[in-house]
């Protein structure tokens, strides 16, 4: 773990790369769980000392260094290290992007808020963006980040942190790479910033348009709109409304469950928000990205699945499941910063260190999970006779642990030893300036006393 978290902050400026080290180790071990969501106690309880848990709390609040170029760092050595395999259906690799919410209640002039689905409505919290490579490592699966988007506080719009974060997913992708998200995200997002590959879920009620109008009958007004695609039947006023006939249907067998899987596939559709562009052959309003629409009937579930995918891709509708089934890879990072490592609950203030700890606890949490997966399992006890590689076995052991001060650091991790002397101390620091006092004006000594004249 020490190896891991050095490479991480080996590169920062010097003295804080060893203050980060200090808060890493701080965060991994779980130690937010026990002093619930305060830093500057979780720092003492990893045995520094007081000067030494001021300097980390310095270098984390207020030093030069982003959670970029750490995230970029990670993303670099486990790549390099080999035991992470990324996920690939059809010929494409798994990129999810998803969005996250570090609440805070209490916090003041908090202007940002994200959706709480237990209170029904958006409440004050820090929003994060996450962009991940899903993969796996054994038979584990494991999201590696490779990028976390912050909020606008400039308007603060959730729908424009959404937008800026498929922007970033679509500029790291690489030509081999699909992207995918949950029901939340518009398709339209994914449209205006130019993805091509996209797997999407859709609420039942969905609906769309085929691209072209249906041929002339013979008799009557011509058809000038587009046949409406309504995959799944719905209900209105009492009267069922039919879902139109799929344009072909697949069936194949789980090789886990053993269980037969029904597909009904409509082709060549596109979305009713979709953005349109003029054609000059047609003179006429076009919409250029085609979609495929797939409703999946498992036997265990009572409601199907309706997923999109456009038509770029030639997946059949067993890909398109299983690429998007790998999805929820990218809600285990923020699961395991936020339940395992005391994330869920943060007592910093400062603009910078409000956006800095969600960070840092995500990527923390990614640490965990990996060096917990690559490596054997920790038993808990002498009744743990089947353990699993899992993070949470690993922090137990490392909350029983103090920072290793004994550990071999290289010569770039080290305390920068800067003259100090020259500097004012105290109460001479603080820059306090007094106020000018205005005093009431005084013409002459009669105006003052006209009684007293000689």
């Not at 030494?52 to 170029?69: D, I």
């Not at 995959?231 to 037969?260: C, F, H, M």
């Not at 920068?416 to 005093?439: E, F, N």
Request: aromatic share 8%.
């Amino acid at each position: 773990m020490m190896s891991v978290l050095i490479a991480l902050v080996i590169e920062l400026p010097i003295g804080t790369n060893l203050g980060l080290l200090r808060v890493l180790w701080a965060l991994v071990s779980g130690q937010l769980l026990a002093t619930r969501g305060a830093l500057i106690p979780a720092l003492a309880k990893i045995g520094l000392s007081d000067a030494e848990v001021m300097q980390a709390w310095s270098a984390f609040a207020n030093g030069r260094w982003e959670t970029h170029r750490l995230v970029m760092t990670w993303d670099k050595w486990v790549r390099q290290d080999g035991h992470w395999e990324s996920s690939q259906y059809g010929g494409y690799r798994v990129k999810a992007v998803d969005l996250m919410g570090f609440f805070r209640p209490c916090l003041k002039h908090c202007p940002t808020t994200h959706y709480d689905s237990a209170a029904g409505k958006a409440l004050k919290a820090i929003p994060l963006g996450i962009v991940g490579d899903v993969g796996r490592i054994g038979t584990q699966r494991f999201t590696l980040p490779c990028a976390l988007v912050r909020a606008e506080v400039d308007p603060p719009s959730e729908a424009l942190l959404e937008e800026a974060l498929v922007r970033m997913a679509v500029k790291q992708m690489a030509a081999d790479e699909a992207l995918t998200a949950d029901r939340g995200f518009k398709p339209v997002t994914f449209v205006k910033a130019g993805c091509t590959r996209v797997v999407l879920r859709r609420p039942k009620n969905f609906t769309a348009r085929r691209r072209t109008p249906p041929p002339y009958g013979g008799h009557g007004r011509k058809p000038s709109r587009p046949a409406v695609v309504r995959p799944l039947p719905r209900t209105y006023r009492g009267k069922t409304i039919a879902a139109t006939l799929p344009d072909r249907i697949e069936t194949w067998v789980e090789p886990e469950s053993n269980q037969a899987v029904t597909a009904q596939v409509w082709l060549d559709v596109v979305l009713p928000d979709q953005p349109k562009r003029w054609d000059a052959p047609t003179r006429r309003l076009v919409k250029d990205t085609p979609w495929m629409i797939v409703v999946i009937f498992h036997p265990r579930f009572a409601q199907p699945m309706l997923l999109i995918v456009t038509m770029t891709v030639a997946w059949s509708a067993q890909h398109a499941q299983a690429f998007y089934l790998d999805r929820w890879g990218i809600e285990h990072p923020p699961l395991v910063a936020k339940q395992l490592l005391g994330a869920h609950r943060q007592f910093v203030f400062a603009d910078q260190a409000r956006q800095r700890l969600p960070e840092l606890s995500v990527l923390a949490g990614s640490v965990l999970s990996y060096i917990a997966a690559s490596q054997d399992a920790i038993p808990t006890g002498f009744w743990d006779r089947a353990p699993k590689s899992t993070p949470g076995r690993l922090r137990r052991l490392l909350t029983q642990l103090h920072f290793p001060a004994d550990f071999p650091l290289p010569e770039r991790l080290r305390e920068k030893r800067s003259r100090t002397d020259h500097l004012p101390k105290g109460i001479l620091a603080h820059r306090r300036t007094k106020q000018a006092v205005s005093q009431p004006a005084v013409d002459s000594p009669d105006s003052v006393c006209p009684t007293i004249q000689t």
